[in-house]
């Protein structure tokens, strides 16, 4: 498989090319989650697990995955955050992530033990291993009995217990982890944690392999086709623990979950059915999907990039061979499908700056394409905004 035909595979699995593959398929799956999604919760439900440490611009990686005329503006999918259809906590790995609440309880259950084993060591320097995090956990789970509570609140609780809220950021991952605390409504500016069990609904403890086994399911009905590796770096498991899972995955889907026979790839894995309604498309998306002028504003941490391991070279422009990083306050910027610049929504009060940084000319349809991809961020933030484009700066 050429880079070429894995980037398209991979961007119409992602749901940011042509109509997002769902039970139309041949052969697909008929759980919720396979529907293609008409709102927020429904893109993050089918991707699993969304990274979101970048608030805003996580934001903007769900809306861009809906069609156009549906595509919700930034309060509209804050407002999902807010009431508990989306939820944000660690999970997977030490990092944040948007989940549904049906998905939160199983998934916390199966990945905390390794965000524990992770964190091990920074838990310990910051002072809350042992009896003094149990301690401070405790402090969180009565005060969020009582409602949803600011960090600095939370902070506040742990002083007036007689404990120190240097490390709080430590307390907290350890009360999403031990699932007391979870994300609750903004106050203001400021975003708020929940009592775990008030937003997330009660279930049974799931055993590991059929945890593990859906986890790589679900992970490559908008990820595939991903590579073990892939699988491994995405989930924050090992190696051994992807190949067992994706065993599990195979049977239980009776084949639909599959390894692709490809000589560059030994263990490149997809989801059949997608890969069914990707070639069903045929010339329709050599014509549309597959436009080498289109160009797309992804957020940094999205999972087009973050959700495969090191070191992408499916994002890499011609003639560059060094692997593609984050580079924050800006994201990422495709042509086709490749790495061509950064950008970056700058919000300064009510205003907002486009900032566009190109690593080489833009042809005439590469501009319009730009041009209605940056109108299509500036409805979603619904703010008086500037495009600044700055001069060609190769990397």
Known sequence: ????????????????????????????????WAVPPVA???????????????????????????????????????ARIDDGAILRTHVLRPTWHFVVP???????????????????????????????????????????????????????????????????????????????AISGASVGRQRSYAAFDERVPAAPPRPREEALAELVERALLTRGPATTRDLATWSGFTLRDVRAALVEASARTDGRVEQLDDPDEAELWHDAAVGAAWSSRGDERTAVDDDPARVDLLQGYD??????????????????????IPEFPLHAMLVGGTMVGRWAPVVQGSRVTLRVVPWRAFSRAERRSLDERLA???????LPSEVVVEPVAPI
Request: glycine share 8%.
């Open 1 to 32: 498989m050429d880079a070429a035909e894995l980037r398209s595979r991979r961007l119409f699995a992602q749901g940011l090319r042509g109509p997002v593959p769902g039970d139309a398929a041949p052969n697909a799956p008929d759980a919720a």
């Open 40 to 78: 927020p919760d429904g893109v993050v439900a089918r991707a699993l697990a969304v990274q979101a440490q970048e608030y805003l611009p996580a934001q903007w990686g769900l809306a861009q995955r809906l069609p156009a005329p549906a595509r919700p503006d930034a309060a509209t999918v804050a």
């Open 102 to 180: 049906a998905d939160a309880r199983w998934l916390l259950e199966l990945s905390a033990p390794r965000v524990r084993q992770q964190m091990a060591g920074t838990i310990r320097k910051a002072g809350w291993d042992g009896a003094a995090g149990r301690r401070a956990v405790d402090v969180v789970a009565r005060e969020l009995a009582a409602g949803h509570r600011t960090r600095d609140r939370l902070g506040a609780a742990l002083v007036d217990a007689g404990l120190p809220k240097e490390g709080l950021m430590f307390v907290l991952l350890l009360a999403e982890l031990e699932l007391v």
């Open 303 to 324: 999972e087009y990039v973050m959700g495969y391991a090191m070191p992408r070279a499916y994002l890499q422009p011609p003639g560059i061979a060094a692997p593609i």
């Open 376 to 382: 299509e961020v500036d409805a979603f933030l619904g």
